[in-house]
Protein backbone atom coordinates (compact mmCIF):
# COMPACT_ATOMS: atom_id res chain seq x y z
CA UNK A 1 0.00 0.00 0.00
CA UNK A 2 2.55 2.45 0.65
CA UNK A 3 4.05 1.97 -2.49
CA UNK A 4 1.18 2.21 -4.01
CA UNK A 5 0.58 5.91 -2.75
CA UNK A 6 3.99 7.02 -3.54
CA UNK A 7 3.30 6.32 -7.34
CA UNK A 8 0.30 9.08 -7.49
CA UNK A 9 2.42 11.80 -5.24
CA UNK A 10 5.08 11.84 -7.70
CA UNK A 11 2.86 11.76 -10.75
CA UNK A 12 0.38 15.06 -8.99
CA UNK A 13 3.51 17.58 -9.10
CA UNK A 14 2.87 20.36 -11.96
CA UNK A 15 4.92 20.72 -14.81
CA UNK A 16 4.71 24.31 -16.08
CA UNK A 17 5.05 26.60 -12.61
CA UNK A 18 7.44 29.64 -11.83
CA UNK A 19 7.58 28.52 -8.40
CA UNK A 20 10.64 26.52 -7.33
CA UNK A 21 9.39 22.35 -6.01
CA UNK A 22 8.92 21.85 -2.72
CA UNK A 23 10.28 18.39 -1.01
CA UNK A 24 7.10 16.37 -0.45
CA UNK A 25 6.31 15.22 3.27
CA UNK A 26 4.82 11.72 3.92
CA UNK A 27 0.95 11.56 4.35
CA UNK A 28 0.24 10.31 7.70
CA UNK A 29 -2.33 8.05 8.22
CA UNK A 30 -5.14 9.94 10.25
CA UNK A 31 -8.65 11.17 9.59
CA UNK A 32 -7.70 14.83 10.56
CA UNK A 33 -5.05 15.53 7.41
CA UNK A 34 -7.13 15.64 4.90
CA UNK A 35 -9.27 18.38 6.85
CA UNK A 36 -5.95 20.52 8.20
CA UNK A 37 -5.01 20.59 4.54
CA UNK A 38 -8.45 21.44 3.03
CA UNK A 39 -8.30 24.48 5.79
CA UNK A 40 -4.75 25.53 5.10
CA UNK A 41 -5.44 25.58 1.29
CA UNK A 42 -8.67 27.71 1.63
CA UNK A 43 -6.62 29.98 3.63
CA UNK A 44 -3.69 30.11 1.25
CA UNK A 45 -6.05 30.46 -1.70
CA UNK A 46 -7.85 33.19 0.44
CA UNK A 47 -4.69 35.17 1.05
CA UNK A 48 -3.94 35.78 -2.32
CA UNK A 49 -7.29 37.24 -3.59
CA UNK A 50 -7.00 40.24 -0.58
CA UNK A 51 -3.30 40.58 -2.19
CA UNK A 52 -4.20 40.83 -5.84
CA UNK A 53 -7.30 41.85 -7.66
CA UNK A 54 -9.30 38.41 -9.21
CA UNK A 55 -9.37 38.12 -12.61
CA UNK A 56 -11.60 35.92 -14.63
CA UNK A 57 -8.97 33.32 -16.18
CA UNK A 58 -5.51 32.08 -14.49
CA UNK A 59 -2.90 30.62 -16.91
CA UNK A 60 -2.49 27.51 -13.91
CA UNK A 61 -5.69 26.76 -14.20
CA UNK A 62 -5.67 23.96 -16.93
CA UNK A 63 -2.62 22.51 -15.02
CA UNK A 64 -4.53 21.69 -11.42
CA UNK A 65 -7.14 20.14 -13.76
CA UNK A 66 -4.77 17.95 -15.13
CA UNK A 67 -3.64 17.40 -12.15
CA UNK A 68 -6.85 16.24 -10.18
CA UNK A 69 -7.86 14.16 -13.73
CA UNK A 70 -4.62 12.04 -13.40
CA UNK A 71 -4.01 11.43 -9.35
CA UNK A 72 -7.76 10.24 -9.79
CA UNK A 73 -6.94 7.98 -12.46
CA UNK A 74 -3.76 6.85 -10.70
CA UNK A 75 -5.26 6.20 -7.16
CA UNK A 76 -7.41 3.68 -8.52
CA UNK A 77 -6.97 1.36 -5.63
CA UNK A 78 -5.79 -2.31 -7.35
CA UNK A 79 -7.77 -4.92 -6.64
CA UNK A 80 -7.34 -7.38 -3.64
CA UNK A 81 -8.32 -10.74 -2.85
CA UNK A 82 -11.94 -11.17 -1.41
CA UNK A 83 -10.49 -11.73 2.34
CA UNK A 84 -9.00 -7.96 2.80
CA UNK A 85 -11.42 -6.86 0.85
CA UNK A 86 -12.87 -3.85 3.39
CA UNK A 87 -10.23 -3.13 5.09
CA UNK A 88 -8.61 -2.48 1.93
CA UNK A 89 -11.44 -0.69 0.45
CA UNK A 90 -10.95 1.44 3.90
CA UNK A 91 -7.54 1.98 3.48
CA UNK A 92 -7.56 2.85 0.06
CA UNK A 93 -10.17 5.27 0.42
CA UNK A 94 -8.38 6.99 3.30
CA UNK A 95 -4.98 7.23 1.24
CA UNK A 96 -7.25 8.61 -2.05
CA UNK A 97 -8.57 10.99 0.31
CA UNK A 98 -5.08 11.64 1.75
CA UNK A 99 -3.74 12.10 -1.75
CA UNK A 100 -6.33 14.38 -2.44
CA UNK A 101 -6.38 16.52 0.37
CA UNK A 102 -2.42 16.56 -0.45
CA UNK A 103 -2.66 17.16 -3.54
CA UNK A 104 -5.69 20.03 -3.17
CA UNK A 105 -3.48 21.59 -0.14
CA UNK A 106 -0.36 21.28 -2.80
CA UNK A 107 -1.92 23.11 -5.77
CA UNK A 108 -3.69 25.81 -3.35
CA UNK A 109 -0.26 26.50 -2.20
CA UNK A 110 0.80 26.66 -5.60
CA UNK A 111 -1.66 28.91 -6.73
CA UNK A 112 -0.99 31.18 -3.77
CA UNK A 113 3.00 31.39 -4.71
CA UNK A 114 1.68 31.87 -8.03
CA UNK A 115 -0.79 34.47 -7.25
CA UNK A 116 1.82 36.15 -4.98
CA UNK A 117 4.35 35.48 -7.57
CA UNK A 118 2.05 37.43 -10.22
CA UNK A 119 1.27 40.06 -7.80
CA UNK A 120 5.29 40.65 -7.01
CA UNK A 121 5.52 40.94 -10.78
CA UNK A 122 2.45 43.38 -11.30
CA UNK A 123 3.55 45.42 -8.46
CA UNK A 124 7.23 45.28 -9.81
CA UNK A 125 6.03 45.80 -13.32
CA UNK A 126 3.69 48.66 -11.61
CA UNK A 127 6.49 50.42 -9.69
CA UNK A 128 8.89 49.81 -13.30
CA UNK A 129 6.13 51.55 -15.14
CA UNK A 130 5.99 54.48 -12.25
CA UNK A 131 9.96 54.34 -12.01
CA UNK A 132 9.74 54.88 -15.87
CA UNK A 133 6.98 57.47 -15.77
CA UNK A 134 8.65 59.52 -12.99
CA UNK A 135 12.11 58.88 -15.21
CA UNK A 136 10.34 60.12 -18.16
CA UNK A 137 8.59 62.81 -16.17
CA UNK A 138 11.78 63.92 -14.72
CA UNK A 139 13.33 63.43 -18.05
CA UNK A 140 10.33 66.08 -19.65
CA UNK A 141 10.87 68.33 -16.58
CA UNK A 142 14.45 68.38 -16.78
CA UNK A 143 14.61 68.91 -20.95
CA UNK A 144 12.00 71.34 -19.83
CA UNK A 145 14.26 73.33 -17.40
CA UNK A 146 17.13 73.39 -19.92
CA UNK A 147 15.18 74.53 -22.87
CA UNK A 148 13.71 77.34 -20.27
CA UNK A 149 17.10 77.89 -19.34
CA UNK A 150 18.47 77.71 -22.72
CA UNK A 151 15.42 80.02 -23.52
CA UNK A 152 16.04 82.88 -20.77
CA UNK A 153 19.90 82.39 -21.68
CA UNK A 154 19.14 82.96 -25.42
CA UNK A 155 16.74 86.17 -24.19
CA UNK A 156 19.67 87.85 -21.42
CA UNK A 157 22.03 87.14 -24.75
CA UNK A 158 19.04 88.82 -27.22
CA UNK A 159 18.86 91.39 -24.66
CA UNK A 160 22.68 91.60 -23.61
CA UNK A 161 23.13 92.09 -27.54
CA UNK A 162 20.25 94.48 -28.06
CA UNK A 163 21.83 96.75 -25.20
CA UNK A 164 25.38 96.11 -26.40
CA UNK A 165 23.57 97.61 -30.05
CA UNK A 166 21.78 100.31 -28.21
CA UNK A 167 24.69 101.51 -26.44
CA UNK A 168 26.62 101.69 -29.66
CA UNK A 169 24.15 103.32 -31.57
CA UNK A 170 23.60 105.63 -28.67
CA UNK A 171 27.65 106.09 -28.82
CA UNK A 172 27.38 106.34 -32.85
CA UNK A 173 24.95 109.04 -32.20
CA UNK A 174 26.84 111.04 -29.84
CA UNK A 175 30.12 110.55 -32.18
CA UNK A 176 28.21 111.95 -35.11
CA UNK A 177 26.42 114.48 -32.94
CA UNK A 178 30.20 115.87 -31.97
CA UNK A 179 31.24 115.33 -35.53
CA UNK A 180 27.75 117.60 -36.73
CA UNK A 181 28.64 120.28 -34.07
CA UNK A 182 32.55 120.35 -34.23
CA UNK A 183 31.76 120.19 -38.40
CA UNK A 184 29.05 123.23 -37.75
CA UNK A 185 31.24 125.06 -35.26
CA UNK A 186 34.31 124.99 -37.70
CA UNK A 187 31.66 126.48 -40.62
CA UNK A 188 30.29 128.90 -38.40
CA UNK A 189 34.12 129.96 -37.90
CA UNK A 190 34.80 130.04 -41.62
CA UNK A 191 31.37 131.93 -42.17
CA UNK A 192 32.69 134.53 -39.92
CA UNK A 193 36.49 134.74 -40.94
CA UNK A 194 34.63 135.37 -44.57
CA UNK A 195 32.45 137.66 -43.28
CA UNK A 196 35.04 139.47 -41.31
CA UNK A 197 37.47 139.18 -44.70
CA UNK A 198 34.20 140.77 -46.55
CA UNK A 199 33.90 143.39 -44.29
CA UNK A 200 37.38 144.07 -44.41
CA UNK A 201 37.72 143.94 -47.90
CA UNK A 202 34.78 146.20 -48.41
CA UNK A 203 35.78 148.44 -45.64
CA UNK A 204 39.39 148.60 -47.87
CA UNK A 205 37.06 149.08 -51.53
CA UNK A 206 34.91 151.81 -49.62
CA UNK A 207 38.51 153.86 -48.13
CA UNK A 208 39.64 153.17 -51.89
CA UNK A 209 36.89 154.45 -53.98
CA UNK A 210 36.79 157.30 -51.24
CA UNK A 211 40.44 158.19 -51.79
CA UNK A 212 39.91 157.61 -55.52
CA UNK A 213 36.56 160.11 -55.59
CA UNK A 214 38.49 162.46 -53.39
CA UNK A 215 41.53 162.11 -56.41
CA UNK A 216 38.63 161.82 -58.89
CA UNK A 217 36.95 165.29 -57.40
CA UNK A 218 40.03 166.99 -57.57
CA UNK A 219 41.21 166.26 -61.24
CA UNK A 220 38.24 166.77 -61.54
CA UNK A 221 38.08 170.51 -60.04
CA UNK A 222 42.17 170.44 -62.29
CA UNK A 223 39.78 169.61 -66.29
CA UNK A 224 37.05 171.97 -64.47
CA UNK A 225 39.95 174.69 -64.29
CA UNK A 226 41.88 173.76 -67.20
CA UNK A 227 38.14 173.70 -69.33
CA UNK A 228 38.07 177.43 -68.21
CA UNK A 229 40.96 178.26 -69.25
CA UNK A 230 40.63 176.68 -72.55
CA UNK A 231 37.37 177.81 -72.96
CA UNK A 232 38.59 181.32 -71.96
CA UNK A 233 41.00 180.98 -74.55
CA UNK A 234 39.14 179.96 -76.99
CA UNK A 235 36.69 182.20 -76.38
CA UNK A 236 39.26 184.66 -77.31
CA UNK A 237 40.82 182.80 -79.78
CA UNK A 238 36.97 182.80 -81.85
CA UNK A 239 36.75 186.73 -81.59
CA UNK A 240 40.31 187.30 -81.97
CA UNK A 241 41.20 189.57 -85.65
CA UNK A 242 44.97 187.94 -86.34
CA UNK A 243 45.82 190.13 -89.21
CA UNK A 244 42.91 193.45 -87.92
CA UNK A 245 46.61 195.07 -87.46
CA UNK A 246 47.04 194.52 -91.51
CA UNK A 247 44.70 196.47 -93.48
CA UNK A 248 46.99 196.23 -96.33
CA UNK A 249 47.30 192.66 -96.36
CA UNK A 250 42.89 192.34 -96.26
CA UNK A 251 42.80 194.28 -98.99
CA UNK A 252 44.77 192.54 -101.08
CA UNK A 253 43.14 189.87 -100.17
CA UNK A 254 39.31 191.14 -100.77
CA UNK A 255 40.91 192.07 -104.28
CA UNK A 256 42.08 188.16 -104.46
CA UNK A 257 38.86 187.11 -103.57
CA UNK A 258 36.46 189.74 -105.68
CA UNK A 259 38.50 188.45 -108.74
CA UNK A 260 37.67 184.73 -108.01
CA UNK A 261 34.05 185.60 -107.27
CA UNK A 262 34.05 187.20 -110.82
CA UNK A 263 35.74 184.28 -112.46
CA UNK A 264 33.77 181.86 -110.77
CA UNK A 265 30.24 183.30 -111.89
CA UNK A 266 31.64 182.70 -114.98
CA UNK A 267 32.35 179.20 -114.89
CA UNK A 268 29.01 178.96 -113.49
CA UNK A 269 27.59 180.85 -116.47
CA UNK A 270 29.73 178.91 -119.22
CA UNK A 271 28.74 175.75 -117.66
CA UNK A 272 24.45 176.36 -117.25
CA UNK A 273 25.75 177.45 -121.09
CA UNK A 274 27.16 173.95 -122.27
CA UNK A 275 24.26 172.17 -120.11
CA UNK A 276 21.25 173.79 -121.58
CA UNK A 277 23.34 173.00 -125.19
CA UNK A 278 23.07 169.75 -124.85
CA UNK A 279 19.61 169.26 -123.23
CA UNK A 280 18.71 171.20 -126.85
CA UNK A 281 20.76 168.94 -128.48
CA UNK A 282 19.42 166.08 -126.93
CA UNK A 283 15.79 167.10 -127.66
CA UNK A 284 16.70 168.22 -131.26
CA UNK A 285 18.83 165.41 -132.79
CA UNK A 286 17.69 161.62 -132.36
CA UNK A 287 20.62 159.76 -130.61
CA UNK A 288 20.91 155.75 -131.68
CA UNK A 289 20.82 154.23 -128.33
CA UNK A 290 22.73 151.14 -129.54
CA UNK A 291 26.41 153.11 -129.60
CA UNK A 292 25.29 154.68 -126.03
CA UNK A 293 25.55 158.26 -127.20
CA UNK A 294 22.47 159.39 -125.09
CA UNK A 295 24.08 157.99 -122.13
CA UNK A 296 27.12 159.34 -122.50
CA UNK A 297 25.45 163.02 -123.46
CA UNK A 298 23.52 162.41 -119.92
CA UNK A 299 26.14 161.85 -117.78
CA UNK A 300 28.34 164.69 -118.97
CA UNK A 301 25.14 167.53 -118.83
CA UNK A 302 24.77 165.95 -115.10
CA UNK A 303 28.93 166.27 -114.83
CA UNK A 304 28.45 169.93 -115.82
CA UNK A 305 25.67 170.43 -113.52
CA UNK A 306 27.51 169.26 -110.51
CA UNK A 307 30.52 171.14 -111.44
CA UNK A 308 27.97 174.55 -111.49
CA UNK A 309 26.41 173.37 -107.91
CA UNK A 310 30.20 173.38 -106.63
CA UNK A 311 30.83 176.61 -108.52
CA UNK A 312 28.09 178.16 -106.36
CA UNK A 313 29.44 176.97 -102.94
CA UNK A 314 32.46 178.54 -103.73
CA UNK A 315 30.77 181.77 -104.00
CA UNK A 316 28.88 181.64 -100.64
CA UNK A 317 32.29 180.67 -99.38
CA UNK A 318 33.82 183.53 -100.79
CA UNK A 319 30.91 185.58 -100.29
CA UNK A 320 31.32 184.69 -95.96
CA UNK A 321 35.23 185.38 -96.39
CA UNK A 322 34.23 189.12 -97.86
CA UNK A 323 31.94 189.74 -95.04
CA UNK A 324 34.98 188.22 -92.40
CA UNK A 325 37.27 191.28 -93.74
CA UNK A 326 34.50 193.06 -93.59
CA UNK A 327 34.99 192.61 -89.92
CA UNK A 328 38.60 191.74 -89.35
CA UNK A 329 38.13 188.10 -88.78
CA UNK A 330 39.07 186.42 -91.83
CA UNK A 331 42.41 184.85 -91.49
CA UNK A 332 41.33 182.87 -88.41
CA UNK A 333 40.98 178.87 -88.29
CA UNK A 334 37.31 177.73 -87.46
CA UNK A 335 39.14 174.75 -85.86
CA UNK A 336 41.87 176.26 -83.55
CA UNK A 337 41.43 179.70 -83.58
CA UNK A 338 44.55 180.05 -84.74
CA UNK A 339 45.80 182.45 -87.36
CA UNK A 340 45.93 180.72 -90.78
CA UNK A 341 49.27 181.39 -92.37
CA UNK A 342 49.47 184.16 -95.39
CA UNK A 343 50.60 181.97 -97.68
CA UNK A 344 47.88 179.93 -97.26
CA UNK A 345 45.24 182.50 -97.76
CA UNK A 346 47.10 183.82 -100.74
CA UNK A 347 47.48 180.29 -102.46
CA UNK A 348 43.58 179.21 -101.60
CA UNK A 349 40.49 181.22 -102.17
CA UNK A 350 38.94 180.98 -100.01
CA UNK A 351 40.05 179.33 -96.77
CA UNK A 352 38.50 178.76 -93.32
CA UNK A 353 41.09 176.00 -91.85
CA UNK A 354 44.85 176.08 -91.43
CA UNK A 355 46.82 173.12 -92.91
CA UNK A 356 46.99 171.22 -89.27
CA UNK A 357 42.93 171.13 -88.85
CA UNK A 358 42.89 170.47 -92.75
CA UNK A 359 45.05 167.47 -92.10
CA UNK A 360 43.25 165.78 -89.33
CA UNK A 361 39.39 166.23 -90.75
Do not use: W
Not at 175 to 193: L, S, T, Y
Amino acid sequence: MPSHAKGPMKKTAPKKSAVPAVKKSPVKKTTAAPKKAVAAAKKATAAPKKAVPAKKSTPQAPAKKAVVKKTVKNVTPPKTSTAAAPKAVVSAKEKEAKAKAAAAAKAAADKARAAADKAKAAAAAKAAKEKEAKAKAAAAAKAAADKAKAAAAAKAAKEKEAKAKAAAKEKEIQRKAREKAAAEAKKQREIDAKRKAIEAEKARKQREIEQRNQEELKRQERREAEERKRLEALERKMHSKPYADEPEFLEELRGLLVEARESTLAQIAISDKEADEMLVDRERLEYDDEDGSSVASDIQRDQLKDFATALRLKVDEIEVALARIDDGSYGRCDECYEPISKARLQFQLPVFTCVTCRASV
